[in-house]
């Protein structure tokens, strides 16, 4: 509870809000007890005084009531009836649709048809109808506002819940022997609640809207009754000659709503996971650089990396990604970066053109040479300049990394259109060249297909297809392989290798498998907790692995012909890194070698030979 | 076109239900039309005579399978108040709203995308302040507040445009003059709805931004102005066009405000003269009328949705 | 680019002139034609002038039709029109009018006595032909004749039951507007959306709340109108009304919200007024409850401040009613008559006499209706004027026409009191209608409050058949003295009735009768 008003009371706005809600609350509420004119009583002779008249802050109305004293009684009315019908509606909509979500098939079935019937009503014309049936009244234009809003309820509900009813835990618990009774009420409830509290609190102004116009029309309060709505309608009819007497309960219920809406989206953004994790920020297209830029980097290779540290920061904290990665690669030489997953390794991958999100991502340190030019030091133009043309990437899942409504041929077309400023006609004849080139069939089908018509490995050449494009010299493969099975993966390795050597290209390969790294590259990093524990030639490395992580990873690789024999896991899982002085191995805790000083010191990276290792007690 | 037979066949019990519903609510209004029709002058007598005249006597249930049956053939019957048949009336009534909905409804589909879609686009910049404030103070506002305000302040003073109606008494009734009289209602009606779309629109924007698809047009170099209109707009509409759908619900519904304020002769402010006037006949119809073409509405939402996404089939 | 340009300018036209296909309904006056444009209150809900009784639809239907007899310009007298002249039998129970001839209706037809026959009878004999174009709730008005006759084309000759005193009178009302039989014959039921009589304008267009346009009947008996066409706009609500007004939307506009009425100062506008037979009273029910006592019904009478509704609330456009009858009916008015003065302690005084301090009442309240004027603020200030000698009121509030279902059938059971307010053109109507004891609402009449006294009914009855005026008018003085104090009702106000119009309308003013001639208007 304190977080959750801690929350709320970072977003300024939502404060705001809520300080404003409390005032008008306090002050409507205190009503009866304030020194204020009986709301009530008329006096003919001082109608329509203007705000500021003497004895009269606000002014009177048509009969010489009060406008302060009516506004603010009729404001506690108003709020009454709105909470009320929401927190009716609220109630049953949301029971109609957790039995629906939750039993599912003909009772689902059955209510949502009723509701469906429900929403094709204009609402307002059911409210009036049910205003109709039941009489004028402010209390059965509540009722009327709450049953028009059920059906509203019972869909967002409903919706919840039929996510939550599908989770492993409440099969267990049904496993378990629960009833389903309890099962609703200790399970789901508290999983649908903040849902219920998001939903009201956005709905409680407009439900103030809607009693407001069905008093405003006249079916509201009775006279000498005041709510905001029946204000507004009576000051409606003086609107011209003296239009005070609708300002001042226009810009009331103005005030309320969007106090209430301020203070709802604060509840709901305090809610909303996805907020939190920031999820709901924009990308930059260029992530964030926050390198004081002091990297030295005299490196003349073709690409070089050095002492990239990337991080996600979060709540103005930095959680370390990748910890000063460094290495070099040369023209035509493919580099394998390996590493379970969280190692680090895509966020080193795609820090090179500066292509992890951000926020959250920022990238802490380092320098990215690239033929002689500091990517991290380049403006947006420039590194676009490059992305798709010089560096081009080739993405894991292609059915998730390609547009899903653009047709293959048109995103095919697209970097070449981007990067050469040509027309579609010369951009075509090079996408379907290209599609040639990966060896697809029956191209023309293709070139109109759209991705989730394609296998996966259709999917993955088109994708490297679209990576060759503009001839780019280097390529990122990030995990190109893993979605496809196994004999497609065979077939795109060799395609890959094939371009590769045609072409002179550059490889980085990123793979969490030393079976695909060792078909294809020339020299291997490891990766462990977001730095580098070895490196080195792929032979050298294959057959002899000197980190005691590396030499555990390969035991995952499974070795065909070997029949089935268990395959050896790492125990433990991968560490968090947090931006904090580590001390001594990351590995350590799961290393089957561990020493007592490993956790003393933190452990340079030591070359010898071609190879790199970062461990005090390395395999010889 | 299996799809469209489908979708419509399983529109027919919502249709019906629709019927019952309608029936049935309307006729417990309390009152009786034949106190409308004879007015002032109507006695207890007179009125039960009348009753009888227009079948009223009989049961609820006989009445709804009478109804139901002139329906399925199109006869909506004969609105007591007004003194002719239902479906005239209610399809020279429709224009208008369709006109005034229509409108608001397209006003805030494009300008809803449009700057929830920019606001996104320049997150946490002035611009996006300025929306957000702008679409949080209009979501804030009551409509029939607005127009009153609207009519106060551009027509009853700076005297820009005129106050109410549809077209100009004289020297009107062409599409400009139908303009002149449309800017202040469907931007009255727009409004509320435009707001929503906007903040919808901001969010899944937002969303869609985080994609993996996203990331590959920029790891391609597409320029942040392609990566907009391109990418990010045609899955943003896709994921929109259902709330859209609501939304027409909700303009069709607050244009019953509107009608009035503005004195828009429509539907809307039909209806609401007709249960007043407990006009039975002319409600039934009319509200049934309208409920039909908000479901076919959603219907060819779908089918447009299915159209603009391959992935549904 | 500049091809493009083309492109998208062409492409604008195509979609304007489609748009303009669909929407366009086809309207257009020529700018220089005099066209007036008059702010109606609502949509009609007919132009067939038997079957209407609202104000709001008489005002079109008098410049359609005309009746045999007219009321005088400025009088409630009655003047010939489409009767030239008329003969009464000495019993007063025969009436034969002798018609003008070579009268055409706007749809070409004839004019006769024929014509007077197939109107009287269509209303008044269940088993005419077109009886079932009904139904016609005025049609007691005319239930006093037993047949209508042709004697020749251009007479004709109604016999009555009984002498019946406001007989004239009520054909001169707008239900004895004559409709062309070849209309109703064609149209049936819808002869109310396709009109034709003989009136000054023939009908033209009736869009559904938009407009109902009428044009100069160029072949008029009675001289031409002033201007080419009327336009009657129906803008239900007064705020936009007053707001269409101010902006030049419409050339006038009738009941002026009287709040508003300071807007229109100035030489841009002018006001008429014209007060008219309207009384405005609270009906109680005098079966039961505190006001079955008199004494708890004078109270009421002296508790409610009328000084401050008539002159604050209502901004002057009304004046205090006294009794049953306004004061229209100078004629039949007892000039003696002093209103019930404001005096809460004297109403405090009769309240504790009667032993009913401090009772709950039920109040009915309409929001708004034909001559009710500001129904829901006066009942407010009613409201809270009885608060002050004591009564705990609750206002039920409905739309008019559920208020006069509730109303009607009597208030026995459900309220205590109502709001109402009558329009007559005779002083017969309303008391003959709302005070007998033969009008209670299980009798067909509408003295919803049940009020009963022997002596109103003998004189209400004597005045009726009674022929000679001066005698007539006795009568009715006497019963005013006799109700106001019985006090069945409150007597609260009779209105003044108000127009504004724009300064480019000349020549036009009100009728006591309620009635909007707007044959003589001209427009600059």
Known sequence: ?620 | MNYLLQRLLSAIPVLLGITIIVFFIISLIPGDPATAILGSYATPENVKLLNEQLGLDKGLVQRYFIWLGNLVQGDLGRSFALNRPVLDEILERFNATLILSGTAFILCSVVGVLIGTISAFKQYTITDKIITFTVLTGISLPSFFLGMMMILLFAVNLQWLPVSGMYAIYGGGDFLDLIHHLIMPAIALALVATGVVARITRNSVLEILRQDYIRTARAKGVREGNVLFKHVLRIAIVTILPILGLQAGFVLSGSVFIEIVFQWPGVGRMLVDAILKRDILLVQGGVMFVAACYVLFNIAVDLLQRYLDPRIK | MFRHGEKIKKLRKLFVSLLSLIFITGFAVTSNAKVLVVGQIAEPKSLDPSTVTAVNDFRIVMNIYDGLVRYTDGKLEVEPALAKSWDISSDGTVYTFNLRSGIKFHDGSSFNAEAVKFNFDRMLNKDHPYHNTGPFPLSFFFSAIKSVDVVNANTVKFTLNEPYAPFLSNLAYPTGLIVSPAGVKKHGKDFGRNPSGTGAFKFKEWKSNERVVVDKNSGYWDGKAGTDAVVFRPITDANTRVAEMLSGGIDMMVEVPPASLSKFGGSKFSIVEQAGPHVWFLILNAKEGPFANKKVRQAANYAINKQAIVNDVLEGTAAIAAGPTPPAFAWAYNNSLQPYPYDPAKAKALIKEAGVEGAKLTFYVTEGGSGMLDPVAMGTAIQADLKAVGFDVEIKTFEWNSFLGEVNPGLEGKADMAEMAWMTNDPDTLPFLALRTESWPDKGGFNSGYYSNPKVDDLLNRARSSTDQAERAKLYQEMQEIVQEDAPWVFVANWKQNAVTSNKVSNFSLQPSFLLLLKDVKKN
């Open chain 1, 1 to 620: 509870m304190i977080n959750f008003l801690k929350l709320i009371s970072r977003n300024k706005l939502a404060l705001f809000g809520g300080i404003l809600l409390v005032i008008i609350f306090v002050v409507s509420f205190l009503s009866p007890l304030l020194p204020l004119k009986d709301p009530d009583v008329i006096k003919t002779s001082d109608r329509f005084l203007l705000p500021f008249s003497e004895g009269y802050l606000l002014g009177t109305d048509h009969l010489g009531r009060d406008l302060l004293s009516r506004l603010l009684w009729g404001t506690r009315l108003s709020l009454l009836v709105g909470i009320s019908a929401a927190l009716i509606s609220a109630t049953i909509g949301s029971i109609l649709g957790t039995i629906a979500g939750f039993y599912g098939n003909k009772t689902d079935n059955v209510i949502m048809r009723i509701i469906d019937v429900l929403m094709a009503f204009p609402y307002i014309l059911l409210a009036l109808a049910i205003v109709a049936v039941l009489g004028p009244g402010l209390f059965n234009a509540m009722i009327a506002v709450a049953l028009v809003n059920i059906p509203f309820f019972a869909r967002n509900i409903r919706g919840v819940t039929v996510t939550i009813a599908n989770k492993e835990f409440i099969d267990a618990a049904r496993l378990s022997g629960m009833s389903n009774f309890k099962i609703i009420i200790y399970e789901i409830f508290p999983n649908i609640l903040p849902v219920i509290v998001v939903t009201i609190s956005t709905t409680v102004g407009w439900m103030i809207l809607e009693t407001a116009g069905l008093s405003f029309l006249g079916l509201g309060s009775q006279p000498p009754q005041a709510d905001l709505g029946s204000m507004l309608g009576e000051g409606r009819s003086a609107l011209i000659v003296n239009p005070h007497t609708s300002y001042v309960p226009g810009a009331m219920i103005f005030l309320i709503v969007i106090a209430v809406n301020l203070f709802g989206d604060g509840i709901r953004d305090a809610l909303d996971p996805r907020l939190s994790k920031g999820e709901l920020v924009k990308p930059q297209p260029v992530t964030q650089i926050k390198s004081n830029g002091n990297v030295e980097n005299k490196s003349n290779s073709f690409l070089s990396v050095k002492n990239l540290t990337t991080a996600f920061e979060f709540d103005n904290k930095l959680h370390l990604a990748s910890k000063d990665v460094s290495f070099d690669i040369k023209k035509g030489e493919c580099l394998g970066l390996i590493g379970e997953s969280g190692s680090g390794k895509s966020v080193t991958a795609l820090s090179i053109t500066c292509l992890v999100a951000s926020p959250p991502g920022v990238i802490v340190n380092g320098s990215v040479k690239f033929q002689g030019d500091d990517i991290l030091k380049m403006n947006y133009e420039q590194i676009r300049e490059l992305r798709g043309n010089k560096i081009s990437y080739i993405f894991q899942d292609p059915l998730s990394t390609l547009h899903p409504l653009i047709k293959i041929g048109k995103q095919l077309e697209e970097a070449f259109i981007e990067h050469n400023h040509q027309k579609n006609k010369e951009a075509t004849l090079k996408g379907k060249e290209l599609l040639k080139l990966v060896q697809i069939p029956n191209i023309e089908n293709v070139w109109n297909s759209y991705p989730h018509e394609l296998s996966g490995g259709m999917r993955q050449r088109v994708s490297i297809a679209m990576a060759l494009t503009n001839d780019p010299e280097l390529i990122i493969a990030d995990e190109p392989t893993t979605a496809l099975d196994v004999t497609v993966q065979a077939q795109i390795l060799s395609l890959l290798d094939t371009l590769r050597k045609e072409r002179g290209l550059s490889v980085l390969f990123i793979s969490h498998d030393f079976g695909v790294v060792s078909q294809i590259c020339d020299r291997v990093i490891v990766m462990y907790g977001g730095q580098i524990v070895e490196e080195g030639k792929t032979e050298n490395i294959m057959s002899k692995p000197r980190h005691p992580y590396t030499s555990q990873l390969m035991e995952c690789v499974p070795h065909i012909g070997f029949g089935k024999r268990k395959l050896p896991t790492i125990l433990g899982s991968p560490p968090l890194i947090i931006y904090k002085k580590e001390i001594g191995c990351s590995f350590a805790s799961r290393c089957l070698f561990k020493k007592d000083n490993c956790l003393n010191e933190d452990i340079k990276i030591v070359r010898k030979g071609d190879s790199e290792v970062r461990c005090l007690y390395p395999h010889e």
